[in-house]
């Protein structure tokens, strides 16, 4: 049970962050909020991505002095991947905040309840 | 295996991408180049896509390696008949809808134009990127594009708009990471991120529960993006306050599209005797798939604002697509391909025509459309055999995948979808009828109305030609489809069932 | 939103570390083909550099210096870089983004994926620098826009 | 039976399909608007009319245009049963072509061009009915007929006619799902949906789907044909202009219901599986219901056109009751009454639109005298109601012998004793009419003197009643009706 709760502590981080990020998501009616709530939840699978290429012991996937086993390397793809994740997830951040620009403008406002009421 | 047509998988994908940076460049100086470069680039990326279905068809699967590098390690680009359909019709669709889009991007956002193409182009070149690949992760990357352009479209629309846009950015995001974390339980027990890797190495996993979970994520991040009941609440909105060019564009494409990445993970990735047999998915699917036909139809009939109604009968059409995936038979599949390319004219057509109506008259409520059709007769002709083609009346195409999907369900020995199927064609007609009837017919109640009617109707006002033609064109498309559906689904789409069925 | 702090160590402590980040920003990218790093992080150190110009000198001043037209100019050009080497590729005859094709006057086929890789890069690095400094005046110029 | 690859079955649906594009183009200009009218009608006839020879001496045409899904295309195949009813609509689009001219000016209707774009695209689609080769085929023009109809009923555009429409649509769009739900249940049993003479459902399924199945598709086509349970848009429908009322609602639509039935019985189930299935006697008895009640329901209208949709469903129901009855002879009168009813009735829809356009009445009792004003018009009535009733020479009472040869040989008297109350009930609701026209004296408001409605109306009136007395003098005239539909019948008994 240790074991299984504690051998596998970076997918329980990343489930946990990643709950975190999908109540603010959901729960909460401030739109900032929910944006930065979105922004949890993506690093949280950034994290899980980054933690499933980790190897203790292993080094740079780059070539050296002196090469090195292939088993010493770490997994550079999950990181590779996350880099194109993190610009996905920068952009969306930017697509995100200039929307929220907008509604500020719109409706001086960015509680989601007080636009609500001001769109109907 | 380099001849030239070869490289029309990239050029597919390629032409869109740098005529959208070309868009702002050439922009700075011609204003109006924008809308021509735009058209040009899809018009060309049509073309390829023609040339790859023929391909595909003469000479078997396509498999294009990016840079060279072999798969598993590189990126593959694949193009099998159900790719090389998806393209055909993306593209055939997608240039229709911006020809018609001219005017009105004109009229909605004059001093946007610029930009506006730009990420019009690049909306499409993310589709486009979706149906060529044969990589879950570069399918990723392009639904985000595809998915923050969409994003970008929609808030600039009318007064809701951005909202409509945020609630979209937050549950498409909350789809994606859903489909991303897909990926990555796969990558953790196979290692590899190519479709057909994926699908050999798959099938001696099929025990593990990480297989499942991966297989859970994928499709709820996919019901997400293609707004499948209960998960279509960002759909209606973002549809209805979109600038009436963008949810033309987007409505007809962007949800068929994910439809399609969920046909593919269902049975490419996976195979369809693990996602329909092990894990009792199709008839989760196809239940859910029956509530959004009919919840999608009813509350279509409650809304007055033609664009909203559009949108929730999308999100009944959407039902019929995964029902058709769900009921797991030839007859149901084959139905939910053709329902992919028709319903994608259809509401293309029906979308141009509510453009049209914004154009020339401002107007969106079903019940202030009293006569349209005297100043507008082409339009509303069309939006006639676009609704009718929604009823599923024949010969338009709407009743061939409606005509499979009955057939489908008769096969799979389920008597309630039959029913729901057709009950959902009467709620159609319902709402449907309603808009005919308003378009044509005013209530009369005294003379003097119709000596008043009499002045409007000696002033036919159509839209502009290049709005007309493409409309008219698409509700053309409409009757050919129907009428020449057997050659589709011989020609092309039996090709494309995943092999057993 | 920018308010500008007549501060001289502000204002001193950037007019040193400008220079040099945005020099570390080129070494990044010109070693990320066979080092970490690449386009990416070096264009987002560059745009970083030019977000605490802005920070150090204002808006008005980071605008004198570079307006968003121009940025827009050099996002273009680093994505027309990127998918334009790969296109070359395209017209050698291989497929695309085969940098091993391309028309270079060394012999060396690796020398030739080095190189492309770095055309390559180089894109990535103005597109991303661009981008970065886009987002940010725009979001932070949004209060001066209204005004106006 | 010899089949023969021909253009004509499609030519003749085309023709007026082209009319209704030139109506469309041609509707600022009326003339020539009602020129491409009476121009298709007479070549759609003349080219039907081209067929019969060749059908009589025993062959098929056929003509294969797409495939519409796999082993079923668009196809059309003119057969002896195909023939008879391709030629009553076309014959009788000629007279109420002409007629509705002189009916919409006479009214200085509006929307003229959409009615008779409307009205041509019904008449493409009625003989698409009739010459379809399968039931997906056929499908497919029974669903443009009903959608094409919509605009003529609802053409007043008043909100009773919005309602008429809509309730028109209801009913017959929920029976087109019935229909569909039958033919893609059909197709996926058998694999083939081709009609087939004697039918081709035997030995496919169990006795409880194909119960099933017949029940869908007769309740199904049943709402067009009006059984009585689902009549109630035909009466409601009556809103339409009285020509519309006249061909669609008494000859085009209703029969295509009247006909698919037939097809259903007779081509897809075919006579000995309905024996088997004891199905007919059930259908015998549902149809005499409907023949009886709507008699009934008939005596009680006082809107003369209402009276005469109420007549109509009663009288539909005689055709499906001979088709029930399985014998030949009861097969024969009823696929002759097809024709003759059709005659009779448009005669006196006719009637009815004249007298309306003249007067402007609608209902039963204001019309008294009016025999006077209108003897030709009113004459003509009588001839119709004499006919609808049973009486010789007008050609009613051959049909209407047939029927009753056949409830003998079937060894079923109720029947034939349900047709001799109905005919009783004829006279009940028609005769007064006649009466009270000549005998009684009007409010006095009415000139005395003649004055028929114009001759583009009354000509119509009197080639329809003249008709209907030599065709019951001589069923095989001009035509021959008589030998078609002995030749249907032999179709379907002779491959027994």
Redesign the interface.
């Not at chain 1, 930017?94 to 509604?103: D, E, N, P, R, S």
């Given at each position: 049970m240790s074991e299984y709760l504690i051998g596998k502590y970076n997918y329980w981080i990343y489930v946990v962050l990643m709950m975190i990020g999908?109540y603010a998501?959901m729960g909460k009616r401030n739109?900032v909020k929910?944006l930065i709530g979105?922004n949890i939840?993506?690093t949280a699978?950034i994290l899980?991505?980054i933690s499933?290429g980790v190897k203790k012991g292993g080094t740079?996937p780059?070539?050296m002095e002196g090469t090195l086993r292939a088993a010493d390397y770490i997994n550079p793809?999950?990181h590779v991947?996350m880099?194109?994740?993190i610009?996905?997830s920068v952009?969306?951040t930017?697509?995100?905040?200039?929307?929220?620009?907008?509604?500020w403008?719109?409706y001086k406002s960015l509680e989601?309840d007080e636009?609500?009421k001001s769109?109907r | 295996m380099n001849t030239p047509h070869v490289q029309a998988t990239i050029l597919i994908i390629l032409i869109p991408l740098m005529s959208s940076y070309a868009i702002p460049l050439l922009g700075w100086r011609w204003r109006g180049s924008a809308f021509f470069v735009a058209l040009a680039a899809i018009g060309a990326s049509t073309v390829c896509s023609f040339i790859l279905l023929y391909t595909v068809l003469t000479q078997g699967t396509i498999h294009y390696h990016l840079g060279g590098w072999l798969p598993p390690w590189g990126i593959e680009y694949v193009i099998d008949p159900l790719n090389g359909f998806m393209g055909v019709a993306v593209c055939v669709i997608s240039f229709l809808v911006t020809l018609s889009s001219k005017e009105s991007v004109q009229k909605e956002l004059p001093d946007k134009k610029v930009r506006f193409y730009t990420i019009y182009l690049l909306l499409f070149t993310g589709l486009m990127g979706i149906v060529v690949t044969g990589d879950v992760f570069n399918l990723y990357v392009f639904l985000e594009i595809a998915s923050l352009t969409a994003y970008a479209l929609i808030a600039i629309g009318e007064d809701g708009a951005p909202l409509a846009s945020f609630n979209y950015i937050i549950m498409g995001t909350i789809g994606a990471c859903f489909y991303l974390l897909g990926v990555g339980y796969l990558y953790i027990v196979t290692g590899s991120l190519n479709i057909a890797d994926l699908a050999k190495l798959l099938p001696p996993l099929y025990h593990s529960k990480v297989v499942l979970i991966a297989l859970a994520f994928f499709l709820i991040g996919t019901a997400i993006k293609m707004g499948l009941f209960p998960l279509h609440v960002w759909l209606p909105d973002a549809y209805t306050y979109a600038p009436s060019s963008v949810s033309t564009f987007i409505a007809p494409l962007m949800t068929k599209v994910m439809a399609y990445i969920l046909i593919r993970v269902m049975f490419s990735v996976f195979q369809p005797s693990y996602s329909l047999e092990v894990v009792p998915l199709g008839v989760i699917m196809s239940w859910l798939a029956a509530a959004a036909i009919l919840v999608g139809s009813i509350m279509a009939l409650a809304q007055k604002d033609l664009k909203r109604m559009l949108a929730y009968s999308s999100v009944s059409q959407i039902g019929y697509i995964v029902l058709g995936v769900g009921l797991g038979n030839k007859m149901g599949l084959l139905g939910a391909y053709l329902h992919i390319l028709n319903h994608a004219f259809m509401k293309a057509c029906l979308f141009a025509v509510a453009m049209a109506l914004m154009y020339r008259t401002g107007r969106r409520n079903i019940f202030q459309l009293g006569r349209i059709h005297r100043r507008m007769p082409f339009t509303i002709g069309a939006l006639v055999i676009g609704a009718l083609s929604m009823v599923g009346i024949p010969p338009t195409a709407g009743f061939f995948s409606k005509w499979y999907l009955i057939l489908g369900s008769i096969d799979a020995r389920n008597w309630f979808f039959v029913a729901v199927i057709l009950i959902s064609s009467l709620l159609n007609a319902l709402y449907f009828f309603r808009v005919i009837e308003n378009a044509y017919f005013e209530e009369k109640h005294g003379h003097l109305q119709e000596e008043a009617m009499t002045v409007v109707a000696g002033e036919r006002e159509e839209v502009p030609l290049s709005m007309l033609i493409p409309i008219i064109l698409l509700a053309a498309g409409i009757l050919l489809l129907g009428l020449f559906n057997e050659r589709i689904i011989s020609g092309i789409l039996v090709f494309a069932l995943p092999p057993g069925f | 939103m920018i308010i500008q702090y007549e501060n001289v160590i502000i204002k001193t402590i950037c007019r040193l570390l400008i220079p040099f980040l945005q020099l570390y920003a080129i070494y990044v990218l010109m070693h990320g083909h066979y080092s970490p790093g690449g386009g990416f992080q070096g264009g987002v150190m560059m745009g970083a550099s030019f977000i605490l110009l802005v920070i150090a000198y204002g808006l008005e001043e980071a605008r004198r210096r570079i307006s968003i037209k121009t940025l827009t100019i050099y996002a273009c050009l680093g994505l027309f870089i990127y998918s334009g080497t790969g296109a070359c590729a395209l017209l050698m005859g291989a497929n695309y983004l085969d940098y091993g094709a391309l028309p270079l006057p060394v012999a060396h086929v690796p020398k030739i994926r080095a190189l492309g890789i770095l055309s390559i890069e180089i894109g990535v690095f103005l597109g991303v620098m661009a981008i970065m400094i886009c987002i940010f005046l725009a979001i932070a110029s949004f209060d001066t826009e209204e005004k106006s | 039976m010899e089949i023969i690859y021909s253009h004509k079955p499609l030519l003749a649906i085309l023709v007026s399909l082209a009319a209704s594009a030139l109506i469309l183009l041609s509707g600022k200009r009326p003339n020539l608007r009602e020129a491409w009218t009476i121009l298709a009608a007479g070549a759609k006839f003349l080219i039907v009319l081209s067929m019969a020879p060749s059908v009589l001496n025993g062959q098929i045409l056929e003509y294969t245009m797409v495939t519409l899904t796999p082993g079923i295309s668009l196809q059309f195949r003119v057969d002896a049963f195909g023939l008879f009813f391709g030629l009553l609509a076309s014959g009788l689009w000629i007279v109420t072509s002409i007629y509705s001219i002189g009916y919409m000016r006479g009214l200085q209707e509006h929307a003229q061009t959409r009615y008779f774009f409307c009205f041509a695209l019904a008449i493409s689609a009625t003989i698409g009915v009739a010459f379809s080769a399968n039931l997906l085929t056929l499908f497919l023009f029974y669903e443009i007929l009903t959608i094409s109809t919509y605009p003529l009923v609802a053409h007043k555009e008043t909100p009773e006619a919005l309602a008429a429409g809509r309730k028109y649509l209801a009913y017959l769009l929920t029976s087109a799902a019935v229909i569909l739900f039958s033919i893609a249940y059909t197709y996926r049993l058998t694999g083939s949906l081709d009609f087939v003479g004697g039918g081709f459902l035997t030995g496919h399924g169990t006795p409880a789907i194909l119960r099933l199945l017949f029940v869908t598709f007769i309740l199904g086509f049943g709402t067009k044909a009006a059984f009585m349970p689902i009549h109630e848009w035909l009466p409601t429908a009556m809103i339409a202009p009285t020509p519309v009322s006249a061909l669609l609602h008494a000859v085009a639509v209703v029969k295509a219901g009247v006909f698919c039935c037939l097809r259903v019985i007779d081509f897809v189930f075919g006579p000995s599986l309905l024996l088997d299935l004891n199905l007919w006697l059930i259908l015998c008895y549902f149809v005499s219901f409907t023949i009886i009640g709507a008699s009934l329901l008939a005596l009680a209208q006082d809107n003369l056109k209402k009276r005469l949709a109420f007549s109509t469903i009663s009288q539909l129901s005689y055709i499906v009751l001979g088709a029930a009855l399985i014998t030949p002879s009861a097969l024969l009168g009823s696929i002759l009454h097809i024709a003759f009813h059709g005659f009779m009735k448009i005669t006196l829809f006719f009637c009815a639109g004249a007298i309306f356009v003249k007067t402007g009445k609608e209902n039963i009792s204001e019309m008294n005298g009016i025999g006077r004003q209108m003897p030709l018009t009113l004459g003509a009535f009588a001839v119709g109601a004499i006919g609808l009733a049973g009486i010789p020479p007008v050609c009613g009472y051959l049909s209407k012998w047939y029927l009753c040869l056949g409830s003998l040989e079937a060894k079923e008297l109720v029947f034939g004793l349900i047709l001799m109350t109905s005919s009783l009930l004829n006279v009940a609701y028609f005769f007064p009419i006649i009466y009270n026209a000549f005998f009684k004296k009007g409010d006095g408001k009415e000139p005395p003197h003649r004055g028929e409605a114009s001759w583009w109306m009354v000509g119509p009136i009197l080639i329809c009643a003249l008709m209907s007395i030599i065709l019951g003098l001589n069923p095989d005239a001009f035509i021959g009706f008589h030998q078609i539909a002995s030749a249907v019948v032999e179709s379907i008994q002779g491959l027994d």
């Open positions: 999908f998501m739109l929910k979105m939840f993506q699978i899980y991505y499933i740079l780059v070539a793809l999950p991947l880099l194109t994740a610009v996905v952009s969306t930017g697509v995100a905040l200039a929307v929220l620009l907008l509604i403008r719109r989601e636009i609500l769109i | - | - | -």
